[in-house]
């Protein structure tokens, strides 16, 4: 599993709510390549509910397109905007788990349109959300140019390192 490195990070004005790992009332997340896959381990907090003990519905739909950005961002080598989006909720996700599980992957390409499974498990490994985003992704000079996108690496994760420990689910 490979840390991927977050390009924005240093840039002045980077404030994602989604991935800025110093965005106070931001999600935080930070992703791996396992495979074809792109992963995050992210822990629910309590103001994160719709309902008591409860990960808002709109808050999963986020941690989903955020993820897949990130899809995009490391297979493709390039930034794009969100389509379309469609979420399918199985069952609920409990704020007070210590950690939920996300994981996309590419399912199709068409010219500059991709299709991004994504499925969110719970901490017991159950499946509880899933969406399907579709990305209209940027020419590669225009992603430089408007979102100053150069490069998406990534870094060995050693034995010492805090990768998420996913099983395949």
């Known amino acids: 599993m490979k840390k991927i490195v977050n ?7 980077y404030r994602c709510f989604g991935c800025d790992p110093h965005s106070e009332r931001g999600l935080r997340m ?11 381990r992210w822990h629910p907090r309590p103001e994160f509910q719709g309902w008591v003990n409860t990960l808002h519905g709109g808050i999963q739909a986020t941690l989903a397109d955020e993820i897949s950005s990130w899809v995009v961002f490391r297979k493709f080598q ?6 379309r989006m469609e979420v399918r909720y199985h069952k609920p996700i409990h704020t007070t788990d210590e950690y ?3 994981k996309a992957s590419v ?3 068409r010219r500059n349109l991709v299709e991004i499974a994504v499925r969110i498990f719970d901490c017991r490994g159950e499946l509880c959300t899933e969406a399907v985003c579709l990305y209209f992704l940027f020419p590669k000079e225009r ?12 870094e060995e994760c050693g034995d010492d390192a805090a990768a998420p420990e996913t099983a395949d689910k």
């Open 100 to 102: 939920i599980d996300l």
């Open 7 to 13: 390009p924005w990070r240093g840039m002045e004005g």
């Open 30 to 40: 930070e992703f791996y390549e396992e495979g074809e896959q792109i992963v995050c």
């Open 143 to 154: 992603a430089q140019r408007e979102f100053h996108f150069c490069d998406c690496g990534v």
């Open 78 to 83: 390039t930034s794009g905007v969100t389509s």
């Open 107 to 109: 399912v199709s390409r």
